[in-house]
C-alpha cells in the first residue's frame, strides 16, 4: 500500500488508478471493515488524527479531482461522506523519499512523465499534507 504524500499529479495512470484502489482499501481498515492491513504503516498518519475516517475521506476526493481532470471516471460514491478541515504534518525527508521514488518508477513506466517531472524542485503536495522539517517518516519502509 502506498498513500502518496506527494500531489497526485505527478502519478501516471497506472500510478494513479493504484493509488485509488489502495486509498480505498485503506478506508476500509479504517472503517474497520476489513481484517487486513490494519497494522499497515501507511495508515499511522490518519490514525493519529482526530478522525482517521474523514482524513483518507479528503485524500480520495483529491485522488478523484485529478481523476476527473483527467477524464477518467472513479466511481466517488465509494467514499464515505465526512469532511476533514485539518492539515497531517508531513516531513521534507519523506515528500524527497516519495518524489525520487516516484521517478524510478516513471523512468520505466512513462518516461514522459519522468522527463517532465525529473528537474522538479518545488514538489506540490497531495493538500492533505504540511510539510515540515525533518527526515523519512519513521512509518516508511526503505
Known sequence: MRLWSI???????????ALWREGLLAQNVLLGKTKGYKNH???IRFKITDNP???IAYYLKTVTEEADRRNYHFNKTKIIDLVFKDKIPVTNGQVQYEF????HKLKNRDPNLYEKFKNTTEIELHPLFDS?????EDWEII
Open 7 to 17: 500531489h497526485p499529479k505527478y502519478l501516471d495512470a497506472k500510478g494513479l488508478v
Open 41 to 43: 504503516p501507511q495508515l
Open 53 to 55: 475516517s474523514a482524513a
Open 100 to 103: 525520487k521514488h516516484l521517478l
Open 132 to 136: 515540515v522539517a525533518g527526515d523519512v
